[in-house]
């Protein structure tokens, strides 16, 4: 495990994540204290459970619009589809090494 020191809205935090996913955990941080930042700066919420709140809800909905209630990939997570991607380019990578020897 790793521990990054962060800040989200100017206070400090001491996080934990697996070894390679840091770069992954320091833009999710950046995201969220931009979203209760903004939340912040608007002046119509106080308090930054409540910021914390509206973030977390905001960033929810966010999230569930990206998913599709139909087709193919109705059912799988980012991650799940990321992984697809994946092996989608492997393949390809495969299919056109044999046309590389071609020329």
Known sequence: MSQLSVNIMGQPYTLSCKEGEEAA????????DGKMS???????I???DRIAVIAALGIAAELLATK????PL????V??????IA?????????????????
């Open 87 to 103: 092996t989608m380019h492997d393949v390809l990578d495969e299919a056109l090494a044999a046309q590389e020897a071609l020329f």
């Open 79 to 84: 991650s799940e589809v990321n992984q697809q």
């Open 74 to 77: 109705a059912d799988l997570t």
């Open 46 to 48: 106080r308090g930054n």
């Open 38 to 44: 903004s939340i912040r700066d608007a002046g119509k």
């Open 68 to 71: 599709s209630p139909v087709g």
């Open 25 to 32: 955990l320091q833009e999710a941080v950046k995201y969220l």
